[in-house]
């Protein structure tokens, strides 16, 4: 029993972390622009799926796929910024969100169209094996994929806090007047937010593609858990997410030890309604994004 | 202001408009009464989210959840034959409203972005209830319902009928809400919910209240549906795109307006019959596409847009 | 005489901060009681304890007889205390009229939505807005946008009215209406509470003064004797006003 318990919660460890990379860019772009992305489950797909034909027609490792995935992400959201997204900001929360949900039934219908809702998988030629510890099982694949999240999620942070264009956008979100007063161009530093967010959305795809099948209609559940992740840590803190990441990950871990895995996704939500009833904030609960 | 009675022709209007809609299946063959009821449906949809999501400025998102749930509702009692079909509808409405009384204690202390997602989290909860509680709803399989009538004529006719009547209650609701003190405070509460209480506004008295009302609409609508299509499962009647359409036709016709939500209804129809009957793949891209449209170009509906027209031209 | 509003030691803090410092304070029927302090002395913060925006930390508030602190801001609006904001926060989107038929239907009481748009109609009249009944709020100038949130406080028909700054920002004319108009409510029965900067309207209009430093009651008592105290001089009025003060009670 305890080692059943542990290894759920090593799984929820290596699942947490990728978690966080799947919520850090929406809880970017919910915290700077007082957006909810509801494209970013899409963008999260996509980005598995530019990390899959990359594997299968050029035979490059998902692992690496990020490398180029994040680009591509970064200008496809820079241009929904720019082009539309950008004249709304500010706007009452329905419009931002019916037009994200508009511009996500676009992408994920085109994805459906294109792609199919077959599921695929990234199959390695030669399987990793998995790591044995302590009798724990530790898949590789998951390993590194966890390992690389958690690097990408750093590099977010030294992003944000040590670079001019991350400061500049701390700098909007506490204060976009003053920022506007400093010179800074705010729209552009909306599109800038905008495309880190979908660019880390993408990366987090790419990696996921290792382990989970990958299909359109999985869109809406990444979105929900990226929802749930920055409701439990709070909303535009860099803790609360890392936070949020590693407590989803072990509740539905250690939560489908009792329901069973079908049952993970209401879990989810049911932990989200108590906790914005308890506490609406967040655990972690700041509003400025450090 | 003026005054505050409502003007006879405005009556005579209404009445006239419900007695050709009465009329109306005499006129039409099977398909478009079909169709004419999908457009009343549509319009209780909408005029039930405009009261919370219009009048009261909380985007909800839960359509779908009290759709789903008025539709279970009348699927299982109607299949176990504890209740005339009449009164499913009511109960449907019922049980909504109660859930919403429920539910919405918590989750309109909540503002903004928190309360829309936790709304749509209602129906995401309720539709993975309905999936595993198979012993109650048959799970993915469905519930089916006989036809009650022996023609396709009557049957057509009744639930255009059924579907009618629950229009005409909801646009009565409706202006019921727009001329009370309730909708006074509502539209308080959506503008400055702070200066609201202060002036002796109970918000979350009201705001409760308007939430319960905004479900009993799609609640009814729902069980009406289950009996009307004769069969439902999870994905069909809690789908999100029922949480969307709502809020998009009562931003088309104009929201926190008496007419808004019934001509964004139908103008959604017009739309959805002639566009995507053809382009079956793309259906959701185009509701996609009609969305964006919609939010950048006419974010106040159809009616705004044809007041201002209607203020330049008088201007010129 | 038993006071209209009673403050009981009450407290207030935020996070390690005392905004309010054990005040005591009975205000009488009819008064029309100015509090003074510098900014962030805890005027506006007794205000918001008063309606019902804020909780206490420690200490009671009584009003007529019945405790106050604890209920919530429309519960205290209903039972007859009214206030006007620093900030005005009208209703953006309605007129004028409709700004203050809402507070007439709902804090006043109406029998009616007709009665409400009446009552509505008079306080207008009232405070000189009569001509701006049917524009929309956001349209109105500083000074009318005062002069509504007055109406609607107004039309709420309280026993106690709070007027945080209602002043501000008027000057010449406006100004002598809106003192008139106090001093007018203040004879037919509203106590008043006024936070105030402009020492001239509090002088004038003002029965009696107390005076907020760093959250604590440090005088209270008739206008004349305020002034002339000489910690409050020195404090807050300054040398050079001392010496104007003393000119004319001389």
Known sequence: ?290 | MGSRSIPSWAFLLALMTIACLAALPFALENYAIRLATMMLMYGVLAWGWNIIGGYCGYPSFGTAAFFGLGAYTGAILLSQKLIPFWLSPVLGALACMLLAIIIGLPILRLRGHYFAVASLGIGEVLRHVATSWTDLTRGGMGINLPPMLGSLAGEARLFYYAMLILAVASFGATVLVARSRLGVGLRCIRQNEQAANMIGIDATRAKVTAFALSATMPGAAGAIYASWIGYIDPSDVFDILIAIKAPIMVLLGGASTILGPLLGAVAYLVFEELVWSNLLQFHNAMLGIIVVVLVLFMPNGAIDLLRRRARMEAAR | MTALLSLNNVSRAFGGLRAVNEVTLDIQPGTILGLIGPNGAGKTTIVNLISGSIRPSAGEIWFKGVRLDGLAPHQVSRRGIARTFQIVQPFPEMTALENVAAAAMYAGNAESIEAAYESAERQLERVGLAQCSSFPAISLTLGQRKRLEFAKSLAMKPELLMLDEVNAGLHGSELTETMGLIRDLAKSGLTIIIIEHLMKVVISLCHEIAVLHHGQLIARGQSEQIVNDPRVIQAYLGPRYSQRTGAIAG
């Open chain 1, 1 to 290: 029993m305890l080692s059943l318990i542990l290894q759920n919660l090593v799984n929820g460890l290596l699942l947490g972390g990728l978690y966080v990379c799947i919520a850090i860019g929406f809880s970017l772009v919910w915290g700077v622009l007082s957006i909810i992305n509801m494209m970013h489950g899409s963008m999260i797909v996509l980005g598995s799926y530019l990390a899959y034909y990359a594997f299968v027609f050029l035979g490059l490792s998902p692992f690496v796929a990020p490398l180029f995935v994040m680009p591509l992400m970064f200008a496809l959201g820079y241009g929904l910024q720019s082009g539309i997204l950008n004249r709304v900001v500010g706007k009452p929360i329905l419009m931002t969100l019916t037009l994200t949900f508009g511009l996500d039934l676009i992408l994920n219908n085109l994805m459906l169209a294109g792609f199919t809702a077959d599921f695929r998988q990234v199959v390695f030629k030669s399987p990793f094996d998995a790591l044995e510890i302590f009798q724990l099982i530790i898949p590789q694949e998951r390993l590194y994929a966890t390992i690389l999240a958690l690097l990408l999620t750093f590099l977010f942070y030294l992003l944000l806090n040590k670079s001019r264009i991350g400061r500049a956008i701390v700098a909007v979100r506490s204060d976009r007047d003053s920022a506007v007063l400093m010179g800074i161009n705010v729209a552009k530093i909306y599109a800038i937010t905008f495309g880190v967010g979908a660019a880390f959305a993408g990366a987090a795809g790419a990696l996921m593609s290792v382990i989970l099948p990958i299909s359109p209609v999985e869109s809406a559940s990444y979105l929900g858990k990226a929802f749930v992740i920055c409701v439990l840590g709070g909303l535009g803190n860099f803790i609360g997410v890392v936070f949020g990441g590693f407590a989803l990950g072990l509740i539905e871990s250690l939560g489908v030890m009792v329901t069973g895995p079908e049952h993970s996704v209401l879990i989810g939500f049911v932990v989200l309604m108590a906790v914005l009833a308890i506490k609406p904030t967040g655990i972690a609960g700041k509003r400025g994004f450090e």
